[in-house]
């Protein structure tokens, strides 16, 4: 039989609901003016980095005849829509919140002028990465393929462009746009990490940067890494101290690592090996690794050797 409020139920299910609202009112976004859209976020994101790689995510073919015409639109279109949701996320602050709607998208136009201005740098920083992803992976076949499928390249294209508009103080929407590429690739970059050139991410699935942490130039980290705090007890405590390890040029970390503690520094060109767990800091040039675990090897005879008689025998021999 099928089951089927009937009206008072029904009415009272509402009522209780109702009542939870008011009594986790934390968990409620009701009556709110400056909601922020996902989706218009996630939309602006893609014309952000279709501005960065021009011609590889656009539906049409970019000529350049009309390229001057396309980034000029493109960067109309990028002020237009995120200056209105950065207003709305100014709202989202403990300190400093806007007076009014006029103070909020002045605010937010300065905030998206200054963000639009670092796009040049911006490309010129994603070319390393690029370049080390084509560098340092020999099945790459060419920068075209790393671009249009690596799922690191993606992930640090949408946290440098998030690391950006974190930098300039704006609220939600940076952690919005990382964790829209988290959720894509598994790879979890916080948009306050500080991230130097030619940085590439191997397979990349399960790796999570936190928040302070600071890597140097030509760094490469490969699945499963974690670079983390040593603990998160003291909970919101611990806002805006250092937590994170730090990386210096040339590290190495192998897949399943994990590094962590704000104090935590791995010197210039260290190779941190798969597995490792490691709470304090390392000297330049060191490797580290875990020690191989002893392997076990025994023979196995098949059934047509030694007919099943014998083959159950021998395995009987064989047992530890």
């Not at 005849?65 to 989202?92: F, M, P, S, T």
């Not at 294209?157 to 103080?169: D, F, Q, S, Y």
């Not at 746009?177 to 191997?202: C, Q």
């Amino acid at each position: 039989m099928e089951a089927v409020f009937k009206q008072q139920e029904m009415s009272e299910l509402v009522g209780e609901i109702l009542d939870s609202y008011q009594k986790y009112p934390k968990t409620c976004s009701i009556d709110m003016d400056n909601r922020l859209n996902r989706a218009e976020i996630i939309e602006i994101l893609e014309e952000i980095r279709a501005l960065a790689f021009p011609g590889f995510f656009e539906m049409k073919n970019l000529n350049r005849d009309a390229i001057a015409y396309h980034v000029g639109e493109l960067l109309e279109n990028i002020q237009y829509r995120l200056r209105k949701q950065v207003a709305r996320a100014l709202y989202h602050t403990e300190k400093n919140t806007p007076q009014d709607e006029e103070e909020a998208m002045q605010r937010a136009g300065q905030i998206v002028h200054e963000f639009l201005k670092t796009i040049p740098a911006l490309r010129s920083l994603l070319e390393t990465d690029v370049q080390a992803a084509y560098d340092g992976d020999p099945a790459a076949f060419n920068t075209d393929e790393v671009i249009l499928s690596y799922p690191g390249v993606f992930a640090i294209t949408v946290n440098r462009i998030a690391h950006e508009l974190h930098k300039l103080g704006v609220p939600l929407i940076p952690r919005m746009m990382t964790e829209y590429a988290h959720n894509l690739t598994g790879i979890d970059i916080h948009p306050g990490a500080t991230i130097g050139k030619y940085f590439f991410i191997d397979h990349g699935t399960g790796v999570v940067v936190g928040e302070t942490t600071e890597i140097g130039d030509r760094v490469k980290i490969y699945q499963g890494v974690t670079l983390g705090a040593l603990s998160t007890r003291g909970g919101q405590s611990l806002r805006n101290k250092k937590r994170h390890p730090t990386l210096e040029d040339d590290v190495t970390v192998y897949s399943g690592a994990s590094i962590l503690g704000g104090e935590t520094v791995i010197g210039a060109g260290a190779i941190i090996g798969s597995n490792a767990f490691i709470t304090s800091s390392v000297p330049a040039r060191t490797r580290v690794s875990i020690k191989n675990p002893e392997l076990q090897f025994k023979g196995r005879v098949s059934m047509t050797e030694l007919g099943q008689e014998g083959f159950w025998k021998n395995k009987a021999d064989m047992a530890p």
